[in-house]
Each structure stands twice: as C-alpha cells, then as structure tokens.
C-alpha cells in the first residue's frame, strides 16, 4: 500500500534538487503537464513499481480535472495579485498566505493519486519507466538525473 505522506515527502526532496523546479516548472507551464504526475511516476520508478498506460491516463485524467477546478483559478489570483496588486499594504502577507494555500491544494492532489494507486494493481518491475507513458523522449530528457 502506497503512503501519500511518503509521497509527499519523497516529491518535496526530489523538487529541491538542482534544476528540477526549473525543469518541472517549465513542462507544466511549456507543455501543460502536471508536476505532480512527473513526481508520482518518479516515485513508483523508485519503489520499482510500474503502471499501464490506462493506469496513467486516469491519473492525468483526475489531474485535470482537479488542474482546472481548484489549482488553475488559485494560480491565475495569484498572477494577478503580483501583477496588478503589489503595492497592497498586505500583499506580502496575503501572497504568502495563497502560497500555503496552493502547497495544501497540491498535497490534496497527491493524496488523490494516491488514493487511486492505492485501488489499482501497480506491478513490481525492477526496471520501470512510468514517464514514458506521460512525457515525450525529449521531456523526460529535461528532468536531471540524480547525482
């Protein structure tokens, strides 16, 4: 059985390395791929677990629906705050305050893939490579490589 707070803390660690927020950032905002999916299919590469392609269109498919219902309004506030409001006496505050909000919104996401997997038959693999059933050869080129 996965443990989404495990999750939690294996994307939080793998999101602090070197470039990979970069990397991430640029295929969510570049190709409109969900960083917590890359992350999700990390974490099963790691745990030598692999997923059948239907397994990760579901995945996507709950992504986007929680993508355009919840996180893409609270992320377009945001953007406008910063670009219209920031004289506000409060912004810094009040920017902060939606920056937590979104980290709760995107740790909700997680334990709903979790949730899913959890339902599912994830198969013990000793090579997996869930990435390729979401990302490009060309995307997956742009992750970094552990060091």
């Not at 953007?79 to 506000?88: D, E």
């Not at 899913?116 to 979401?134: A, E, F, I, T």
Request: hydrophobic content about 40%.
């Amino acid at each position: 059985m996965l443990d989404a707070a495990d999750f939690w803390t294996y994307a939080c660690t793998q999101y602090a390395r070197a470039g990979m927020q970069d990397a991430l950032l640029a295929l969510q905002d570049n190709d409109h791929k969900n960083v917590n999916l890359i992350l999700l299919l990390m974490y099963l590469d790691a745990r030598d677990l692999s997923l059948h392609a239907t397994h990760v269109q579901a995945l996507h498919a709950l992504c986007d629906a929680f993508d355009h219902t919840v996180l893409h309004p609270q992320r377009q506030i945001r953007r406008i705050l910063k670009q219209q409001h920031q004289h506000y006496e409060a912004y810094a505050e009040l920017r902060r305050h939606m920056l937590n909000a979104e980290l709760a919104q995107e740790k909700c996401q997680q334990t709903m893939l979790i949730d899913y997997l959890n339902q599912q038959s994830p198969q013990q693999d000793p090579h997996p490579d869930n990435l390729v059933h979401y990302l490009t050869p060309t995307q997956r080129l742009t992750i970094p490589i552990k060091t």
